[in-house]
């Protein structure tokens, strides 16, 4: 809500009504004129003033009294916001609490300060924060270059593919492996730009990022320590212990990013207020900084986790989707569609003559193959060496129309013996 500074204070429960002692509230939920952008606000029935509270307080929005034990009394960040506040009780014990509430929220959602926005965010999906900031020159007006919000918007990406690839595993290069399961826990996540272009938030659901955030809060720590002690003894073995608390090669190219023209960056992790602090978590974890000296202990950390990452040894049921050799006759290389036995999406394999032989009949009759081998690091773990004992795999008949049919449908992606590129 917007109030005048100097109006007095709600009345207390028992008091007379006084006609007009505190307008109407704005139009709830759906007729504020504001550019808050969610299809409706939170419910003030369901929000938590010391949520609410706490949230205020995380993006800037500044106290300034209020009647100690009842309300508070809030005013926006920056300059430029006048006699404006919002009046939140301190508990929902406090009379009028929910129509108080609403009138806070309408007004959060009327005003055009990116901390407002955040703070509906973080009522309407309770989510642990993530914060970017990088030291970067300022454009005309404070603005920042294309180039510049596209790197940290970059880098910002890079960040939480790391974070969810730890959570499914830990390894020093993940590669390909794991990437779609990854993608898809951060299909939640909402985004909010700082001004100026120098800063970005994001927000993890709770209920699905939470482990994320958790794994990118003891990553970015471990980074950093592993990073000082590189500077120091100028050996790389703090990072490979690091691994065990979710740093890795994406990690530290993440970083790089972050960090590569500017004159510095932080980043901030910050736990949701309805949902509490994590076990093992800092409360109030303070932001891990890094500056352009760190790179080349970051570029030769990401070099040797690509170097030493070992190959897996696997047993892989896929249905060949490319096949290709440079005659009629001898050995081939076919590109699988992974079912099991790997978690990336998609194998290439050098395969004998008869190897071969049998996975072009197995294709044509709409069977998958199982194969052995080895998925190595490089490329990604997209390669699997010293392939044998292939075979095609017996399917009941649904599962055999299904392929057939995804077979008929990709004919274009299929080359035989001379054909096409792999």
């Given amino acids: ?86 009046l939140v009780p301190e508990s929902r014990e406090f009379p009028d609490c929910e129509d108080l509430l609403g009138e806070a929220l309408a007004a959060l959602a009327g005003s055009a300060a990116p901390a407002a926005r955040e703070v509906l965010v973080g009522l309407a999906v309770p989510s642990d924060e993530v914060r970017w900031w990088r030291d970067v020159p300022q454009g005309p007006s404070g603005a920042a270059s294309w180039t510049v919000q596209e790197q940290l918007r970059s880098a910002a990406r890079q960040f939480l593919l790391a974070g969810a690839l730890a959570v499914r595993g830990r390894a020093g290069y993940h590669g390909a492996r794991h990437r779609r399961q990854a993608r898809a826990v951060l299909r939640g996540v909402l985004v909010g730009p700082a001004p100026g272009g120098r800063g970005l938030t994001a927000f993890l659901p709770v209920d699905t990022g939470r482990s994320v955030a958790v794994r990118l809060h003891h990553a970015l720590h471990a980074a950093r320590e592993a990073v000082d002690h590189q500077r120091a003894t100028g050996g790389l073995d703090a990072f490979g212990a690091a ?23 932080r980043i901030a992790v910050a736990w949701s207020p309805s949902a509490g602090v994590p076990e093992g978590c800092a409360a109030r974890p ?82 998958p193959i199982r194969v052995v081998g080895r998925l190595e690091s490089r490329g990604g773990f997209r390669r699997l060496t010293e392939a044998s004992g292939v075979a095609p795999v017996r399917v009941d008949e649904a599962e055999r129309d299904r392929l057939m049919k995804a077979l008929h449908e990709n004919l274009g992606f299929f080359e035989e013996a001379c054909g096409g590129e792999d």
């Fill in 1 to 86: 809500m917007h109030r005048p500074i100097d109006e007095g204070a709600p009345r207390a429960a028992g008091s007379p009504s006084v006609p007009h002692a505190r307008p109407e509230p704005l139009p709830f939920p759906d007729r504020v004129p504001a550019p808050w952008y969610g299809s409706q606000l939170p419910d003030p029935a369901l929000v938590d003033p010391l949520v609410l509270g706490a949230l205020l307080h995380r993006h800037g929005w500044r106290r300034r009294g209020g009647a100690a034990g009842r309300y508070a009394r809030w005013t926006p960040p920056g300059p430029g916001t006048g006699g404006t506040s919002l």
């Fill in 243 to 265: 691994v065990a608390a979710g740093v890795s090669r994406e990690l530290t190219e993440a970083l790089v990013t972050l960090v590569r023209g500017a004159e510095g960056a």
């Fill in 286 to 367: 303070e932001p891990v900084e890094f500056s352009p000296g760190d790179l080349p202990a970051l570029r030769a950390a990401g070099a040797r986790y690509l170097r030493e990452e070992p190959s897996v040894p696997v047993r892989v049921t896929g249905t060949v989707v490319r096949m290709r050799r440079s005659g009629t006759r001898g050995e081939g290389t076919v590109r699988l569609h992974v079912l099991g036995g790997a978690d990336v999406p998609y194998v290439r394999a050098v395969l004998d003559e008869d190897a071969y032989r049998t996975a072009g009949h197995a294709h044509l009759v709409g069977l």
